[in-house]
């Protein structure tokens, strides 16, 4: 077993990565509204980008750029998505990473950028750009929790995490931050794009083609299996810079293994905690489904199970409503026999029949601020988990009054 | 182009229908809850079931029932889903459909049943056989009123249609009640299940088999696009009785087309009733999808965008929110180009770009109480509309305090 340790520094506590997170007035709010992540070395990336057909124009930049050899920086901004701005969007985007590489000396390919925010506004470009100019003055290594911030939309809570893993050629750290809280429901693929955020720093040394599938992989056990409100983004984008600052290779299969098991942590960690900050959310629901014929439907169920609106609605009502939770295993359409399903070990269901004796006890496990929902399917032998939280007022305050 | 006539009375406009609806106690508000409609002559049957992978026990009793050459009576409850049941329920279903059949004096196979209501909870069996008894001496001409009012469970508004239409044999008549409300994403097809019910008459004559290819081509542009919270129900079912009492059959081509004409007419109104009676809605949403690749992206978009939980809540804040319709459509997977989306007659995007001057024109429109978004995809020829609502606080209340 990985021993993985957890240490303080999100994306900077890899060696050689800076960064910053700074105001520049794309929010009202004047909160911080831009992020710069910095490695001193040439970095091996990897990205994953959302599904969705229409894609912001910051995807599409950083798809072009993810295909060169090295990265070097990473600029976000948070306020305006650049979404649905048409041509001059596309130009704001390639502003965005010339203005970079120009203010750290670095190639203009050696840049990414990611933005979220409202969709269909123009890009304020004059600020944005003139806060590259002070944002690259201003990195450092202790910037990693400014960076976290600066992403940060309707989140309520900063999102960031680093871990070190002792492998056989000596110690390396993976650093993350994140941003969710709404428009979630990850399908995240290379080459395609979310308005989740996240940006993944390490100091291993590891090859592109190896990096792009542990994120690949560690995406679909973590943020592609998270729902707070079914609607996938425009902006979704996940990406990972390996600068090798420790000197340790990543090559032989155990250490792969290994490094594999710590980024599956820290994508999972993020995932979780993006779940539990869903907009206006109270609880975090985590849903494993078990027994599963496959791992296809064993993810279905999950998925469709976390994602239904009249079970979030009912977590948030305190009910353990069976039948809220049936009919979304059925509404995934996988095989079924015998159900058992329990919440916070609470059984409330046994061949598909609810078990009423019990109904009291699982409501009042409803109180917790988490909720574990296990699903045996009684078929075969694949598992799954899925994230989710439950639907409140707030979220419908916060959705009606998000202005376009 | 066919000439309907809307007529009163409901499912028992045809002739030979009668029905009836009753309190029997199932629900602890008293209002009614047990409903029957009759038709003196055996009729021809079509049914769709819902596709969930759980179903109540009444729909499998219903999907064998609907296998026999006749059927004379459907016999409905609210207030109790009869779903997650066990082995009790179904005997519960069999029983239902067996004391209709001896309290009317007609064959045990020509009985359908019907369901809705909570998940999970017995039966009050002895209650709804007592009230069997009662119901099958009050059925009359007129009872289409009391029929329709006794299958409503959060529904706020009773729904209920009939139309006359001139054929070459002479005229007929088709009447219908449906109820919807909560749980509404029906998919449903020929021996699968949905809460969505309706019930269909027709004293026309005509096969089975010709009744099932137009009920599936009925719903299919009707009840299967409609969406109040994107959760398939257990218990979703369509069944449509024809009687022949006019005398006139349906054969000739040009009959066919006639009678589809008004089968979906009236399936497409008692679909628009029950979105605009969705839980807690105030608005009824009309998603309108043109130049599509083809008919199921078409369908796809106008599903996606109908359904999505961001938008619905930004019609109930009368926010013309673009991004939320772009990621909509793009998270459908359609191929898009050059896409144009209006909101009631306003145009806000152009070219997938956002038309700033028409935002504050748009967002006045919103106030309206019935919204028609068209989005047309620059791509192909084919086109699909779908139905949803507006998502608000009354939604969640409603089903965060809904008892299991």
Chains 1, 2 share one sequence.
């Not at 960064?19 to 992540?37: E, H, Q, R, W």
Request: net charge positive.
């Amino acid at each position: 077993m990985v021993k993985i340790k957890k240490i303080r520094g999100g994306v900077t506590a890899p060696q050689e990565f800076q960064a910053a997170g700074i105001t520049v007035g794309i929010k009202k709010s004047k909160k911080k509204d831009l992020a710069l992540i910095f490695s001193a070395f040439p970095a091996q990336a990897a990205a994953i980008f959302t599904i969705n057909k229409f894609v912001a124009a910051p995807i599409l930049v950083s798809q072009e750029q993810i295909k060169n050899p090295f990265i070097q920086a990473i600029i976000v901004n948070s306020g305006n998505a650049n979404c649905a701005t048409g041509i001059n969007g596309m130009d704001d985007a390639w502003a965005m990473a010339r203005a970079t590489a120009e203010a750290l000396d670095i190639p203009r390919e050696a840049v990414l950028v990611a933005s979220t925010g409202v969709i269909g506004t123009p890009m304020p470009i004059k600020k944005i750009l003139k806060g590259i100019n002070v944002i690259s003055q201003q990195i450092s290594r202790k910037g990693s929790y400014d960076a976290a911030q600066a992403i940060m939309t309707t989140d309520k809570t900063k999102k960031e995490i680093a871990v070190s893993v002792r492998l056989e050629g000596g110690e390396i750290k993976i650093g993350a931050m994140a941003k969710g809280s709404g428009m979630i429901y990850p399908q995240m693929d290379q080459f395609s794009h979310a308005t989740l955020l996240a940006f993944i720093t390490t100091d291993a040394n590891i090859e592109s083609p190896s990096l792009n599938d542990m994120l690949k992989d560690a995406a679909d056990v973590s943020f592609n299996m998270i729902s707070v409100d079914g609607c996938m983004s425009t902006n979704d984008c996940v990406f990972m810079l390996a600068n090798g600052a420790s000197g340790v290779t990543v090559k032989s299969s155990k250490d792969m293994e290994m490094f594999k098991d710590a980024l599956n942590f820290i994508c999972i960690e993020m995932a979780k905690a993006i779940a539990a900050d869903g907009e206006g959310a109270t609880k975090l629901l985590e849903v494993r489904v078990n027994r599963a014929n496959d791992n296809c439907q064993a993810r279905k169920v999950a998925r469709e199970v976390s994602n239904s609106m009249l079970l979030k609605a009912a977590l948030f009502g305190k009910d353990p409503n069976l039948g809220r939770i049936l009919s979304a295993v059925g509404q995934a359409g996988a095989e079924v026999d015998c159900t058992e399903v329990h919440i916070n070990d609470v059984k409330i269901a046994k061949n598909g029949t609810i078990q009423y004796k019990n109904l009291g006890k699982a409501s009042r496990k409803l109180s917790s601020s988490e909720i574990i929902i296990v699903i045996d399917l009684g078929i075969g032998f694949s598992s799954a988990v899925a994230w989710g939280c439950d639907l409140t007022y707030d979220y419908v305050k916060i959705n009606a009054k998000y202005r376009t």
